[in-house]
């Protein structure tokens, strides 16, 4: 049904194209020159630009005979957002990755050495004897929640937290060691995201990305999980590594829009 033209009104759709010509670097623009970036003819800017000023959307400078965004723009989704935590926006976009690309999604922040599991949407992954319910805990340093999340830290911070942390192994393929975990979450940071192949529960596979907030801190992370036996790494991160990203950079794109009026849901920690 989105795919059809016929179920597409042109006029809106280009409207908006008229609204996402400005930007934080081109603030005010000519009529020529939102035709151009908008990919319309002068008459349909023109008219479009017009009615937007009727409704309130854009402005026009008359002594320089530009227009430009006014505030009212920001009641276009802000009143939502504004109303809404990041556990509430990340619930619909884990729930459409199971089952098809994950067993299990997941939304998760760091209190002190752990992961907590703020929001979760799971399918029919089998029973491993683990805990993974809304408000469970697992330890930062063997998750690959808690990595996608140390890797953004300050450096320093990464090497204290993990210090404190009790580091066990809890497979066989379980990072312990300090100076690894650090070259590990270089890698992480450098890849974008993380990566844990049974090493914070053996059979599972978990890809991870970060969460930013809009002073771009790292305040949560994102991850989609699957059982080993359902397909290999490669093919699993194939799939799953450009969703993982694909959301975390909604949602922090929702904070950043936001102007921290989102709560971050540290008060279900």
Not at 48 to 63: E, F
Not at 75 to 103: N, T, Y
Not at 208 to 232: C, K, Q
Request: charged share 25%; net charge positive.
């Amino acid at each position: 049904m989105q795919d059809n033209p016929k179920n597409t009104v042109q006029s809106v759709a280009k409207a908006f194209a008229v609204l996402k010509a400005f930007d934080a670097t081109l603030p005010e623009l000519t009529l020529t020159e939102i035709s151009e970036k908008a990919g319309l003819d002068r008459g349909t800017s023109f008219r479009l630009a017009n009615t937007l000023c009727q409704l309130g959307y854009l402005t026009k400078i008359s002594r320089t005979r530009r227009f430009r965004l006014t505030l009212k723009c920001l009641e276009l989704g802000f009143s939502a957002l504004a109303q809404s935590d990041l556990k509430m926006l990340a619930r619909p976009l884990l729930k459409e990755m199971v089952p098809d690309i994950a067993d299990a999604a997941s939304l998760g922040m760091l209190d002190n050495t752990e992961i907590v599991y703020i929001e979760r949407a799971q399918g029919d992954l089998p029973k491993l004897n683990l805990d993974r319910r809304t408000g469970s805990r697992t330890s930062a340093y063997s998750a690959a929640l808690g990595h996608a999340i140390l890797a953004w830290k300050p450096v320093a911070l990464q090497r204290e937290i993990l210090e404190r942390s009790h580091r066990i192994k809890v497979s066989e393929k379980t990072l312990t060691e300090i100076e690894p975990l650090m070259e590990r979450l270089a890698q992480v940071r450098a890849r974008g995201y993380a990566i844990s192949d049974g090493e914070n529960a053996y059979g599972l596979r978990t890809v991870a990305a970060p969460i930013f907030d809009d002073a771009r801190e790292v305040v949560a992370g994102i991850s989609l999980t699957i059982h080993a036996d359902r397909m290999p790494l490669e093919d699993f991160l194939k799939r799953a590594a450009p969703e993982s990203l694909r959301i975390a950079n909604e949602l922090s794109r929702a904070l950043e829009l936001s102007f921290g009026s989102i709560a971050t849901s540290r008060k279900h920690i």
